[in-house]
């Protein structure tokens, strides 16, 4: 090692010893009582020496505070993204039972930051560190509102703000009244911590929302080359009832639709290839979910918000998938002769699989209705034709009878099936009317922000 690498790792060494004794004297005797010269003799060095490696005192303190507060936000600011709106709640506890342990193991920084308070909050060194907490908590916020965790009627610098004014208040209390009342600094920073910040950032999911649907006008093309036009319609103000919160939970076989866990899941938009990939997974899910005897999925769409070029995006008229004999049609058109005929007694059923491929669905989720409250005179069949063939699918009209349901914020790892054509429905409508809408509890920077993909299954149901 040269001469030169001696000396500035002896720099090094004596600098870290400063700040060692600066820790211990600022903790011990607060910011006021602690002199630079006190700081020297306790280092055995001269008070010119400090001035050598710091401007002065309160860029000493500063550094103190920045080295030994630090650790207390590198979860915040290194811990990968939560996958999920429990494992976002979870890594709450853990940071908070994370600070409690490191403040227990390191006294000094508990002192520290009272210290800072009794200052007041117009100095440059707990300006610094609320700048710092305010950046890492609000960056930590945003990624549980991406999961449908954190609630979206307030926007995230709000909530910052109290997440971080509610932590200075409880240390200012703390340092008021550290033997009062019974509560101590690790009751605190335990359970009862979690559950404070739990209840004012969790998100609120009302059971029902006041919602604008685009319903089939009078006189919507029955016959078009434009596939689901949208051109002509009337919006109609509906009651939307949160499916996560109904008891029983709504069902494939009797409302129409139904939320399970993604028989695969992506984390960003699929390729075609990558899709088809999956079709398999999708099919034997099903069979099993479903007791279906025979499951072919035949097509995939991927769709984007509006405000994505060139992609297609959510369809906002209520609709139907396919027109009334679109099951048996299929099953000739998928199938060789022979194969088609093993199943021309079974009941068919065409359904679409519904899922994020993006994050949660904050903005344009899909709406349905119950099939039990459809009737067939709401049914409009349109006659769309294509350049090789021509197809039938339909539209509705309004109809104040009908009960809608949506699943707030969907998550990547959820899918909701919902029927699309059933050969034997029954006394129920035979197609769920699904729309896509806007959602007034979506934040504004997720507004017009979805991608999801929908799997088309074909399905076989042989009797018992």
Not at 180 to 205: M, T
Not at 248 to 254: G, H, L, N, V
Not at 288 to 299: K, N, Q, T, W, Y
Not at 315 to 325: E, F, M, Q, S, T
Request: proline share 6%.
């Amino acid at each position: 090692m040269s001469q030169s690498s001696h000396a500035n790792a002896s720099q090094s060494d004596q600098r870290d010893a400063l700040l060692d004794v600066a820790t211990t004297e600022f903790a011990e005797n607060g910011y006021e009582a602690t002199s630079i010269q006190k700081i020297a003799s306790a280092a055995g060095i001269s008070k010119a020496k400090v001035f050598y490696y710091f401007d002065g005192k309160e860029e000493l303190y500063a550094r103190v505070l920045e080295r030994t507060l630090q650790p207390l936000l590198e979860p915040l600011e290194s811990a990968p993204p939560a996958e999920s709106a429990k494992a976002f709640w979870a890594s709450l506890e853990a940071g908070l039972n994370y600070a409690s342990e490191f403040s227990r193991h390191d006294p000094f920084a508990a002192a520290l930051v009272r210290g800072l308070y009794q200052r007041g909050e117009d100095t440059p060194s707990l300006k610094r560190l609320i700048g710092t907490a305010r950046t890492a908590i609000g960056a930590w916020l945003r990624d549980g509102r991406q999961l449908g965790a954190v609630r979206t009627d307030l926007p995230v610098p709000i909530l910052t703000e109290a997440v971080v004014g509610a932590f200075m208040q409880i240390d200012r209390w703390l340092a008021a009244n550290k033997a009062s009342e019974g509560v101590s600094e690790d009751s605190l920073a335990g359970l009862s911590l979690v559950a404070l910040a739990h209840d004012a950032l969790q998100q609120r999911i009302p059971n029902e929302l006041e919602v604008d649907v685009s319903y089939a006008a009078e006189d919507v093309p029955r016959d078009t080359d434009a596939y689901l036009d949208i051109s002509t319609t009337v919006t109609q103000q509906v009651t939307m009832r949160n499916g996560r919160n109904c008891l029983p939970s709504p069902t494939f076989e009797q409302e129409g639709f139904e939320l399970f866990d993604a028989p695969v899941t992506f984390t960003e938009s699929p390729g075609d290839g990558e899709a088809r990939a999956t079709y398999g997974r999708v099919e034997a899910a099903l069979k099993e979910r479903l007791g279906a005897s025979f499951a072919r999925v035949f097509d995939h769409t991927v769709r984007h918000t509006e405000h994505t070029p060139g992609q297609r995006p959510p369809i906002r008229i209520v609709h139907a998938d396919y027109g009334r004999n679109a099951g048996h049609r299929r099953l000739t058109e998928l199938l060789p002769p022979d194969a088609a005929d093993r199943w021309a007694n079974a009941r068919i059923v065409v359904a679409n699989l519904w899922q994020s491929v993006a994050g949660v669905v904050h903005s344009t989720p899909l709406g349905f209705v119950d099939i039990k409250t459809v009737q067939e005179k709401d049914f409009i069949p349109v006659t769309v034709h294509y350049a090789d063939r021509d197809g039938e699918i339909g539209y509705y009209k309004p109809n104040a009878a009908h009960l809608w349901y949506w699943f707030p914020f969907l998550r990547q790892s959820e899918a909701v099936l919902f029927k699309t054509y059933d050969g034997q429905p029954g006394n129920n409508h035979w197609s769920c009317p699904h729309a896509a809408f806007t959602a007034p509890n979506s934040p504004e920077e997720q507004a017009g922000r979805r991608t999801s993909i929908e799997y088309r299954i074909l399905l076989a149901f042989e009797d018992e």
